[in-house]
């Protein structure tokens, strides 16, 4: 079990207090997570000690930088067991990971016609990307329906196999929902059917223990900044012999081996697809959130999550008028969506705040699963592995109170 107390000792911003003088209760980690002493100064070593561009010089610096980034990508590629280092490309976020497989890897392998498969629980980085593919190329979409109590519809997929898609794209877990997925099972049934599987693991990898050759996905993608690390990096795995065969995205410094007046070579992996002057002082952050995570261990994360999400289903669920989405606690991670009766959930967020309570309202990037539900927005309180039952119970009296106020 987590000592909660120690951990929580580790992100100054939860000692903080907002203008008015109350504590914040941060309960927005699905946005971002809050970010450890470790990481902030992981990051700011470098810029006293080490700061320099990296792969370009001989100098002590420039090494310096090169290993610190190097070494960062080595564990984070440990850190969800990929095969080597070369399969994980540093990004900006999940988001880019996501286009980097649609112009890269689908602009090259995707025609007319072609079906890719989602599900309507998507967040808009793994839908507009290939809604811009279907008006470029013609490709086709299709979804996998989500059912009433929040999970994918296993048997609807099936059918959507037999029309031999090209690949197959889905969250590995829901912000909005917080459904696991059962992504081996999902990856597994895409390759029977001759497709390719690309998973969106920004909800996975920052709360799950992930294991990319066990799942054996194809692509993977996630974000530093949901996982105690900084915002402006992410990565994409991907199989090698995939990765290899792939165009570049970006082209620039960096990704090329040689360049002549009309042409150039492309650079070996991951170099081939990391355009420019990267983001160092992040990947250094990143790997340092990496080792942070690393050392509380995923299962004890996921396991003092899991309580917590337990306790705060039940305690929602006592409120009158409250209506959480999403399937129990068995089925999803840290995330309670949920609306109260006559009550926009932006007045929820709103009066909460008055009480340092920080809770997100609106669609959360995934509009299309709000209008299956048939409702515009949501409030979403979200956990991690520094959130207590004290902030839930918080939650809960803030919840009260917004009834109150409005009659
Ligand atoms: N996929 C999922 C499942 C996400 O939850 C998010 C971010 C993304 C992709 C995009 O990640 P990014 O790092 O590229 O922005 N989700 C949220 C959220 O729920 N509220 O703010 C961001």
Redesign the pocket.
């Known amino acids: 079990m987590l000592n909660i107390e120690q951990i929580r000792k580790d992100f100054p911003i939860l000692e903080r207090e907002t203008s008015n003088g109350k504590r914040v209760i941060y309960l927005?980690s699905?946005?971002?997570s809050q970010k450890p002493i470790q990481v902030i100064e992981a990051m700011n070593d470098y810029y006293r000690r080490s700061n320099a561009n990296i792969h370009r010089g001989v100098h002590t610096l420039a090494e310096e930088a090169t290993t610190l980034y190097e070494g960062a990508r080595e564990r984070i590629a440990k850190f969800i067991n990929a095969a080597s280092s070369r399969e994980v490309i540093y990004t900006?976020?999940?988001?880019?990971?996501?286009n980097l497989v649609a112009y890269s890897w689908a602009r090259t392998n995707l025609k007319a016609g072609d079906l890719v498969v989602l599900t309507e629980m998507?967040?808009?980085?793994?839908l507009v990307p290939w809604h811009m593919l279907q008006a470029e190329r013609g490709i086709e979409l299709e979804f996998i329906p989500v059912t009433e109590n929040g999970l994918l519809d296993l048997t609807a997929y099936a059918a959507l196999l037999t029309r031999s898609p090209k690949l197959v794209s889905f969250?590995?877990?829901?912000?909005?929902l917080g459904t696991i997925n059962p992504a081996r099972e999902i990856i597994r049934m895409a390759h029977e059917a001759g497709a390719l599987a690309l998973v969106?693991?920004?909800?996975s990898v920052p709360h799950l223990n992930v294991d990319v050759r066990e799942l054996d996905a194809d692509f993977y993608?996630f974000?530093a900044?949901?996982m105690c690390g900084p915002?402006g990096i992410?990565a994409l795995y991907g199989k090698s012999s995939l990765l290899e065969a792939m165009p570049p995205f970006l082209g620039g410094g960096d990704m090329i081996k040689e360049v002549k007046l009309r042409s150039f070579r492309a650079n070996s992996l991951p170099h081939k697809f990391e355009a420019g002057t990267p983001a160092i002082a992040e990947a250094i952050g990143f790997g340092a959130a990496v080792d942070y995570l690393k050392a509380i261990g995923m299962d004890n994360i996921a396991a003092h999550e899991h309580e917590i999400t337990e306790y705060a289903l039940e305690r929602l669920e006592e409120i009158p008028g409250v209506k959480l989405f999403g399937p129990d606690a068995n089925h999803k991670g840290g995330v309670a969506a949920f609306t109260l009766e006559g009550i926009h959930p932006h007045d929820v967020a709103q009066i909460l705040d008055q009480d340092g309570i920080a809770v997100?309202a609106g669609h959360?990037?995934?509009q299309p699963l709000h209008e299956k539900f048939g409702i515009p927005a949501t409030s979403?309180a979200?956990f991690y592995l520094y959130s207590t039952k004290d902030e839930v119970d918080l939650l809960v009296n803030g919840l009260y109170k917004v009834k109150k106020m409005f009659g």
């Open positions: 927005d699905t946005a971002t900006r976020n999940t988001t880019e990971s996501i998507e967040h808009h980085s793994n969250a590995h877990m829901s912000n909005v969106d693991g920004a909800q993608a974000s900044h949901k915002t992410g997100r959360h990037c995934a979403r979200s």
